[in-house]
């Protein structure tokens, strides 16, 4: 099969048939095999109502649907477990991602060898203060966090190879960076494709500014689990001796300005609770560490690594 097109909506049925006509077009003029996996977020309207129905017509036209709500990363992830493609592409349900894109980002994954190719909607028709400005804003700071150079991580549309969907474990928010957790388990070839942004031509958005804040948390997260994931004494250890080191050198300055110069009132001085305060906070993160090893290496998948290929 040459395309898998993972899609996650949420009450989108009145935008679902143009779609999936749409999407059915363009496979059939340029001969893909195909499979359009509709994952429904716990809909309340009848969005699962209109999948059955081009279901019928089409067998190609799958679905999902949760009983509830649990959010878009939730549904890439069935999506992407269910995936059978050679190459992926994931879009957005709102009719904004054209699927005729799709044949362009096809051919950089196949022919020009990419491993993920984000789209890069150049030129948005959301309102700019309200989304394009938090949406800039949030992609510089993404862009210097993680040290790929996309300008939209946010971007719905986007294309993988089959074994980078496979590989990744997308959770809680992490949808947005997909790019960023494909990076980090070893696929360097991540390139990016301008893309046609539509207007919205039925219902609202179902995100508000606060994905922008969850965002950024959900980037620390990223960073420091791909980094000390396996070894957290390696950052809670460095940093807790550090500031032990600070509060030991203080604490001893004090000490012999008191003993052998004989200064008195030590224990009034503002240095004299910051040496404090940094010996406790470095003994704590020590001992978090400590702890954090110790899960780490009881852990099952304490020696689970990433092999891209063997021999023989």
């Known amino acids: ?48 109502e209109v999948i059955k129905e081009h279901r019928e017509k089409n067998k190609s036209v799958k679905g999902i649907k949760f009983r509830r709500n649990y959010g878009k990363s939730a549904a890439i992830f069935v999506g992407f477990e269910a995936a059978q493609g050679e190459v992926v592409i994931t879009m957005d349900a709102d009719l904004q991602d054209s699927p005729d894109e799709i044949p362009g980002l096809y051919k950089m994954i196949k022919e020009e060898g990419y491993d993920l190719v984000s789209g890069w909607k150049k030129k948005r028709y959301d309102p700019v203060f309200a989304k394009n400005l938090p949406s800039k804003l949030f992609n510089w700071a993404a862009r210097k966090a993680s040290g790929l150079s996309l300008h939209d991580f946010n971007c719905g549309l986007k294309a993988y190879k089959n074994n ?18 494909a990076a980090r388990a070893g696929f360097s070839k991540i390139g990016e494709k301008v893309v046609i942004h539509q ?57 012999i300005a008191k003993f052998v110069f004989l200064e008195y009132r030590m224990t009034e001085r503002p240095l004299f609770f910051l040496g404090l305060l940094a010996i406790i906070f470095g003994t704590q993160l020590f001992i978090t560490g400590f702890l954090a090893e110790l899960i780490s290496r009881s852990s099952s998948e304490r020696n689970k690594y990433q092999i891209e290929e063997k021999m023989n």
């Open 199 to 255: 207007k919205r031509k039925y219902g609202s958005t179902k995100f508000g500014i606060e994905r922008f804040i969850n965002g950024f948390l959900d980037l620390l997260s990223i960073t420091f689990i791909s980094k000390f994931s396996k070894r957290p004494m390696h950052f809670f250890g460095l940093w807790g001796s550090l500031s032990f080191a600070l509060g030991f050198f203080i604490l001893s300055y004090l000490s």
């Open 164 to 181: 980078v969907v496979k590989t990744i474990e997308v959770y809680g928010e992490m949808h947005r960076w997909i790019p960023v957790l």
């Open 1 to 48: 099969m040459n395309i898998s097109i993972v899609i996650s909506l949420l009450n989108e049925a009145e935008s679902l048939p143009e779609l999936i006509t749409w999407i059915e077009r363009v496979m059939a003029e340029n001969n893909y095999t195909y499979e359009i996996i509709l994952v429904d977020d716990g809909s309340r309207d009848s969005s699962w």
